[in-house]
Nanobody, 129 residues
């Protein structure tokens, strides 16, 4: 069983930046696909950014050019990052880190939330105008 732990959320003004982190440990391979999702009140979970087993990123159209996903592995744990620049009020949401229990290879595509086996507890991002 993998354990996912997110951090880095907060409240900022429009145009500012935040960096989210998600640390995965336990029964987890560093090549497993990992992604960031967000979910607003009463809404479904929306894919924001994914990094596949080759390290190739995919982004939702709404965040392209503003968000950057990356991943680091130190042999004991894998950490997924989401650098969010030029934040907008519409980015306000709870952000979740998800991981599959397998390798995957995607280009410009973020599979739906049903494809992910492991989830973190979420971290709130609030952007005010």
């Amino acid at each position: 069983q993998a354990h996912m732990d997110e951090s880095g959320g907060g409240s900022v003004q429009a145009g500012e930046s935040l960096r989210l982190s998600c640390t995965a440990s336990g029964i987890f391979a560093p090549t497993y696909c990992m992604a960031w999702f967000r979910q607003g009140p009463g809404k479904g979970r929306e894919g924001v950014a994914l990094i596949d087993s080759d390290g190739d990123p995919s982004y939702a159209d709404s965040v392209k050019g503003r968000f950057t996903v990356s991943k680091d592995d130190d042999g004991e744990k894998t950490t997924l990052y989401l650098q969010m620049d030029n934040l907008r009020p519409e980015d306000t949401s709870k952000y979740y880190c998800g991981a599959m229990d397998r390798d995957c290879y995607f280009r410009d595509e973020i599979p739906s939330a049903d494809e992910y086996a492991y989830w973190g507890q979420g971290t709130q991002v609030t952007v005010s105008s």
